[in-house]
């Protein structure tokens, strides 16, 4: 079946720039997780959704970065004024529910600001 | 809070050598222990996963063993293949969501 999909693929912008990412999660999932993975690191928790509300953001970096999930499916993560220090791969996961279910990941999507 | 700790690579290996990949962790209460693989060019893929303590996960006969008493989930394959090379991450996950990744070990199996 259809796996965790995420759009762009690449995404190259300048600094300042405000960018959106998207994630589409597996169908029927009700949680749905952003991470951010610097090269040659792991991926680190950005923000969780149970449904249609954040449950848990304590690891957006700060104000610039704000993630929304209006009808409890698709979700995007939005960057305003970007610096060169976001340029990441950002990642998508969903799981069945909360708890420790097993996380799904999408491709990423990788994020250059110059 | 949560941590994870995983054995620094890159680790070079020959065809059909044994592989320990090491992970250790720190965490409150009752965590879940996964190792996720991440092939070239590819995204993670969840590779196995234990629940409770002395659980075996077990998986393309990889198998890591989640050990309570010392808090490790080291990655085990008695015979690596060429097609084994790739980047391995052991994460915990905890009752609050948020999923805590080791930095990865870079593993290359040459023929």
């Known amino acids: 079946g259809a796996g965790v999909s995420q759009t762009p693929s690449n995404k190259v912008t300048e600094k300042g720039k405000y960018v959106e990412l998207r994630c589409d999660p597996i169908s029927g999932h009700t949680a749905l997780y952003w991470y951010r993975q610097s090269l040659g690191q792991g991926p680190e928790f950005l923000i969780y959704f149970q449904g249609t509300g954040a449950a848990d953001d304590s690891g957006l970096p700060n104000d610039r970065f704000f993630a929304v999930r209006p009808e409890g499916s698709v979700s995007t993560l939005k960057i305003q004024r970007t610096e060169r220090g976001d340029s990441a791969v950002y990642l998508c996961?969903?799981?069945?529910?909360?708890?420790?279910?097993?996380?799904?990941f999408g491709p990423g999507t990788r994020l250059t600001v110059l | 809070g949560n941590s994870v700790t995983q054995m620094e690579g890159p680790v070079t290996l020959s065809e059909e050598a044994f592989l320990t990949i090491n992970c250790t962790y720190t965490a409150t209460g009752y965590p879940s222990l996964f190792w996720y693989v991440q092939y070239p060019g590819e995204g993670l893929q969840l590779l196995l996963k234990?629940?409770?303590?002395?659980d075996k996960g077990s998986n393309k006969g990889f198998e890591a063993t989640y050990r309570k008493e010392t808090t490790s989930f080291h990655l085990e394959k008695g015979s690596v293949q060429v097609s084994d090379s790739a980047v391995y991450f052991c994460a915990l996950l905890a009752n609050n969501n948020d999923m805590r990744f080791g930095a990865g070990t870079r593993l290359t199996v040459k023929p």
């Open positions: 234990a629940t409770k303590a002395d």
């Open positions: 996961a969903s799981s069945l529910g909360r708890g420790t279910d097993t996380q799904y």
